[in-house]
Nanobody
């Protein structure tokens, strides 16, 4: 049974930092591209960052470039999202997702597995 479990969300003031973690089980982690998506109230789920199986190909949505860093540790089956310079508009539920492919895709429907999400709230 495949499970993706996010952790690390919380309440932080604007300008602060958080690190999200996503622990995977039930999959051969190193064969999956991983990504973080987020969904704010009343909005569609959107791509935030993605990393391919090797960690050599990484993509970010424009609004987080220079502030967020995605990384993975294949031996530990974990993907991380380091978030700094947080803004109130970053407030959302953040989801981890896994896609069995070689590269990173922005397309939400191509992801095979999802976590339950972790809430990130940035106060102004």
């Amino acid at each position: 049974q495949v499970q993706l479990v996010e952790s690390g969300g919380g309440l932080v003031q604007a300008g602060g930092s958080l690190r999200l973690s996503c622990a995977a089980s039930g999959v051969t982690f190193s064969t999956y591209a991983m990504a973080w998506f987020r969904q704010a109230p009343g909005k569609e789920r959107e791509f935030v960052a993605g990393i391919n199986w090797s960690g050599l190909s990484i993509s970010y949505t424009d609004s987080v470039k220079g502030r967020f860093t995605i990384s993975r540790h294949n031996a530990k089956n974990v993907v991380y999202l380091q978030m700094s310079g947080l803004k109130p508009e970053d407030t959302a539920v953040y989801y981890c997702a896994a896609e069995r492919g070689l590269g990173v895709t922005y397309n939400i429907v191509e992801y095979d597995y999802w976590g339950q999400g972790t809430q990130v709230t940035v106060s102004s």
